[in-house]
């Protein structure tokens, strides 16, 4: 059985840092795409970030870029996120999809393609 688990979120104020980790347990992620994702209450579920695992290979989202880093170590994966704002406040997710081709590009699954999710983790930036 498969199982995704998020750790790592909390309350931080603007302008801090968080480590947010993933763990995919019953997967060999080898020709999957691990994403983190976040929603907001009444907003869509967006993609944060995502690596080709096969690959290493990384994307980030526009409002991530130069502030999250995505990094992994055996099996478990992390989101570095840094300089945080108030509107970085969401659950965040983590999520693992089994790619058409491995060398595909991570940003090419779409949210909806995504095989396991996790139960989120909730981060709370304050001003």
């Known amino acids: 059985q498969v199982q995704v688990v998020e750790s790592g979120g909390g309350l931080v104020k603007s302008g801090g840092s968080l480590r947010l980790s993933c763990t995919a347990s019953?997967?060999?992620?080898?020709?999957?795409?691990m994403g983190w994702f976040r929603q907001a209450p009444g907003n869509e579920r967006e993609r944060v970030s995502c690596i080709n695992w096969s690959r290493g290979t990384t994307d980030y989202a526009d409002s991530a870029k130069g502030r999250f880093t995505l990094s992994r170590y055996k099996d478990t994966l992390y989101l570095q996120m840094n300089s945080l704002k108030p509107e970085d406040t969401a659950m965040y997710y983590c999520a693992a999809g089994l790619q058409s081709h491995v060398y595909d590009a991570c940003s090419a699954l779409g949210r909806y393609e995504y095989n396991y999710w996790g139960q989120g983790t909730q981060v709370t930036v304050s001003s």
């Open positions: 019953g997967l060999t992620l080898d020709g999957y795409a």
